[in-house]
C-alpha cells in the first residue's frame, strides 16, 4: 500500500484499504463487504468451514452480479482472512 494514497474519509482502516484496493477503488462495494463480514464472522470464523462459508455466501450477496466468472469471492475471502481486524 502506498502511504500517500488518498483514500475516502469512509474507507479508514486497513481492512477496508485492502477491500477498496482489490475492489477497482468500488468505495460502496468496500464497505458494503466490510459490514457483509462484520455481519456474518464469528468467533474462530476461519478456522471452522461452516462459519466460513457463511462469510463466503455474506461477500457473495454483497457482491451480487459483479462475480461474473465465480471467482471474485475466493479472492476476496482469502483477503479478507489475511486481514488481522476481522480475526
Do not use: C, H
Not at 60 to 83: I, S, Y
Amino acid at each position: 500500500n502506498d502511504p500517500d494514497r488518498k483514500y475516502p474519509k469512509s474507507v479508514n482502516t486497513p481492512a477496508k484499504r485492502a477491500l477498496y484496493d482489490n475492489l477497482d477503488n468500488n468505495e460502496q462495494l468496500a464497505l458494503a463487504m466490510d459490514n457483509a463480514v462484520w455481519e456474518s464472522k464469528q468467533d474462530d470464523w476461519e478456522n471452522n468451514s461452516f462459519k466460513t462459508k457463511r462469510v463466503k455466501f455474506a461477500i457473495q450477496e454483497a457482491l451480487g452480479d459483479k462475480d461474473k466468472d465465480g471467482k471474485m469471492v475466493d479472492r476476496v475471502l482469502e483477503l479478507v482472512k489475511n486481514q488481522k481486524e476481522y480475526k
